[in-house]
């Protein structure tokens, strides 16, 4: 492992890592310059970090971006990194809980409703699903993309196909196309986790659902995996209190046959089946 100014600042500080927010620094210089080529930023990019740490990403991120706003909920880690990064205007620390955070409200440096934004971090293992949730529903301004490392079976989750979907799979797949793009060594890390971290890219889907029209398809999605081992009609009618048959009705219209199991539904036909759900309920 090549070293690195994290492992300095870890000894200069006698920081060490709290267990209680998963602090599980990425600390080998080569894979923060990996993964900040992965991000494949320009001079125009405006860029909200999670999870900043000990700034490792931060400073590849300012190098390549027009703007950073690193967020880091770590009191402690936030101070230090005010010092660190005093000299680069073009990076600025939040010290904030990140699923708390609307980029719509944020200090921008420049138009970022005409420019966009993306967001790449290192997301803590006990936070991540909630964080990638928060960046796709806790705003009226969505990111463009999303680069993150999770942890490694959580990213298998995510990317899963039908046949094996999840909750978490529907709810990331209904806001962007998702793809892996590397794997990390936990001797990346410093502690060294327990498991393996993947990078992931998120890249926002152009026909992106309304706040409240994904509201529908996640409701319709929690209905049905309450109770996946049972058929699709017959779990929603029963959780939804709409007519079992009539559903069933508007299902097969829609080429979805009512005695499937959730998991083995695309993220279209999870809009298919909210659809049919919804033309029942209009008919009553």
Known sequence: MTESRQLALLRR?????????????????????RIADAARLDRDALVLEIGAGLGGLTHYLAEAARQVI???????????????????PNVRILHADATAVDPSALAWDGDVRTLGFMAVG?????AGNRILRHLYTGSVLRPKRVVALVQSDVADRICARPGDMSLLSVSCQLHANVKPLLRLPAGAFLPRPRVRSTLLELTTRPDLPCPSDAEDVMRVARAAFGQR???????????????RQR????????????ARR???????????????VAEVRRSK
């Open 13 to 33: 500080h006698g920081i060490r890592p709290k267990r209680s927010l998963s602090q599980n620094f990425l600390v080998d210089e080569s894979w923060l310059g």
């Open 70 to 88: 690193a967020v880091e909920l770590d009191d402690v880690l936030a101070g230090i990194l005010e010092g660190e990064f005093a000299d680069r």
């Open 122 to 126: 290192n997301l803590p293992y006990h």
């Open 229 to 243: 081992r049972k058929q699709l009609a017959k779990t929603l009618g029963a959780t939804l209190a709409v007519s």
């Open 247 to 258: 559903l069933a009705e508007n299902l097969r219209r829609a080429g979805i046959d009512p």
């Open 262 to 276: 959730p998991e083995t539904l695309s993220v279209d036909e999870w809009k298919a089946a909210a659809s049919a």
